[in-house]
C-alpha cells in the first residue's frame, strides 16, 4: 500500500511520460553547482571529500559570471537555477552573495527565471544570514543534514576541533519555523548501524518541532561506501547491508511528517544533474566537473572556467 500510495508503481506508458517531460524541462534549464569554498567546519565520519583552507577568487568568480552571461544570450534557456556547494557554502559566503547579484541581475535584464538552492550543514545558518540567503539571494530551498537524535549526530557529524554540534544546528532550525519567510528544507538523514535507531527516535522527540510546517520535509538516505575523506582519528562507520531508506520514509508518513525521498529518488533516478548537458559544476579553483561524488575523479574533469576551456566531448557523453 505504501509503494502504491506514493508512486512507486506506474501505470503503462507512465514512464515514457514523465522522461519525456523532465527531459523536455531540462533542455530549457541552465543548471550551475558551485563550491564557494575548500574547506568545511565538520569532519563527518562518512564524508569523502578532501579538504583545504582557499576561498574563490574574484577572477573565478567574474569568469563564472561571464560563462553565465553567455549561456543566458543563447536564447535556449527559461530557467536558471544554482546549487551552492562545498565544502561548506557557508564559509564562502561573500561568493554567494557577489554571484548571486550579479546571477538575479542576469536572469531580471532577459526575463529569464532564477532559483537558488544550498546544501549547507546548518551550523552557520543564523537568522540574519537565513534572512540574507532568502530575501537578497533567492535561495529558496535548504537540504540540512541531522543524523538522527544528539546522541548519533553528534557521534557522526562533529566539528573540525571534534566539538558537538547538534544543539546549535536544531536552534538554527527553530528560528527558520518561526518566520513566515517563503522557503523549503529538507532535513536529510545519513542513516548507518549506530545511528539506525537514533533516526527513529529523532521522529519523536526534537522532530516534533517540524511535523506542522509544510515547508520542512525528511529524506532519509543509508550510508555507502564513499570512499574516505579527511576523517579525524581514522573514524570509521559501520553500514547497513540494505536501503533502510524506505522503511524509515514509510514510518514518518504515518506518524504525519512529510516526506520528500520518493520524489527525490524518482527525480534524479532520471536526472541525475551529472548527465544533463545543461548543468556544470565549479570548484572554488574554476575547475569545471560533473558529479559531486566524484571530486577526485579525473574523468570527472572537463574543462577549466578561468582559461575558457571545455571538453565538449566529454560533457556530451
Not at 32 to 57: A, P, Q, V, W
Not at 202 to 215: I, T
Not at 278 to 288: K, L, T
Request: with cysteine.
Amino acid at each position: 500500500m505504501y509503494l502504491l500510495e506514493n508512486h512507486y508503481f506506474v501505470e503503462e506508458k507512465e514512464f515514457e511520460k514523465t522522461l519525456k517531460t523532465i527531459q523536455d524541462n531540462d533542455d530549457k534549464l541552465l543548471q550551475f553547482t558551485i563550491l564557494t569554498h575548500g574547506d568545511c567546519n565538520f569532519r563527518c565520519k562518512y564524508c569523502y571529500e578532501k579538504f583545504e583552507n582557499i576561498t574563490m577568487s574574484k577572477e573565478t568568480e567574474d569568469t563564472i559570471i561571464d560563462f553565465a552571461r553567455k549561456q543566458l544570450d543563447s536564447g535556449k534557456f527559461d530557467n536558471f537555477s544554482v546549487n551552492w556547494f562545498g565544502g561548506e557554502p557557508l564559509l564562502g559566503y561573500k561568493t554567494i552573495q557577489r554571484l548571486s547579484a550579479a546571477f538575479r541581475d542576469l536572469c531580471q535584464q532577459r526575463g529569464i527565471v532564477y532559483g537558488a538552492s544550498i546544501t549547507t550543514n546548518g551550523y552557520l545558518l543564523n537568522l540574519k544570514v537565513f534572512h540574507s540567503l532568502v530575501v537578497d539571494n533567492q535561495v529558496k530551498s535548504f537540504q540540512i543534514t541531522i543524523d538522527g537524535d544528539e546522541e548519533s549526530h553528534d557521534s557522526q557529524r562533529i566539528l573540525k576541533n571534534e566539538n558537538q554540534t547538534y544543539k546549535r544546528i536544531i536552534d538554527y532550525l527553530k528560528k527558520m519555523l518561526e518566520t513566515d519567510l517563503d522557503f523549503e528544507c529538507r532535513v536529510r538523514f545519513n542513516i548507518s548501524k549506530e545511528n539506525y535507531q537514533n533516526v527513529i527516535n529523532f521522529l519523536y522527540k526534537d522532530g516534533q518541532l517540524f511535523r506542522p510546517d509544510s515547508r520542512f520535509s525528511f529524506a532519509y538516505h543509508t550510508v555507502g561506501d564513499w570512499r574516505k575523506g579527511d576523517r579525524t582519528n581514522n573514524y570509521c562507520i559501520k553500514l547497513l547491508d540494505y536501503d533502510a531508506g524506505f522503511e524509515l520514509a514509510e514510518r514518518a508518513i504515518n506518524e504525519g511528517f512529510t516526506v520528500r525521498s520518493h520524489e527525490w529518488r524518482l527525480n534524479n533516478a532520471f536526472t541525475c544533474y551529472a548527465n544533463r548537458v545543461n548543468h556544470y559544476m565549479f570548484n572554488v579553483r574554476g575547475i569545471i566537473q560533473s558529479c559531486t561524488v566524484a571530486l577526485y575523479n579525473k574523468e570527472n574533469i572537463f574543462g577549466n572556467i578561468n582559461i575558457g576551456f571545455i571538453d565538449d566531448t566529454k560533457l556530451k557523453k
